[in-house]
């Protein structure tokens, strides 16, 4: 199983950006995805989850992220508005299916 992650780059404060993760390889039942995020210096942390159509956030993204998945294509999906610097970090993506799997991480960076 693998994890492709993009959509990563750099952008203003206030900006958007929408990162994409496709599982390819022999999944037949995905739990659940989510988004994981880890700064410079700092442990990795949830950012948000998403389990059936049930989603859960991190508070510091409430309101500002928005996470969805494809089932068909094995995709989840973070939409991610008004970006703040403190948010730079690489996003990693997860999947849980009888194994948890991790993507190789896509670099955000929000320049203030």
């Known amino acids: 199983v693998q994890l492709q992650a993009s959509g990563g780059g750099l952008v203003q404060a206030g900006g958007s950006l929408r990162l994409s993760c496709a599982a390819s390889?022999?999944?037949?039942?995905?739990?659940?995805m989510a988004w994981y995020r880890q700064a410079p210096g700092k442990q990795r942390e949830l950012v948000a989850v998403?389990?059936?159509?049930?989603?859960n956030y991190a508070d510091f993204v409430k309101g500002r992220f928005t996470i969805s998945r494809d089932n068909a294509k094995k995709t989840v999906y973070l939409q991610m508005n008004s970006l703040k610097p403190e948010d730079t970090a690489v996003y990693y993506c997860?999947?849980?299916?009888?194994?948890?799997?991790w993507g190789q991480g896509t670099l955000v960076t929000v320049s203030s």
């Open positions: 998403i389990t059936g159509s049930s989603t």
């Open positions: 997860n999947v849980l299916t009888d194994t948890r799997y």
């Open positions: 390889g022999s999944i037949f039942s995905i739990y659940s």
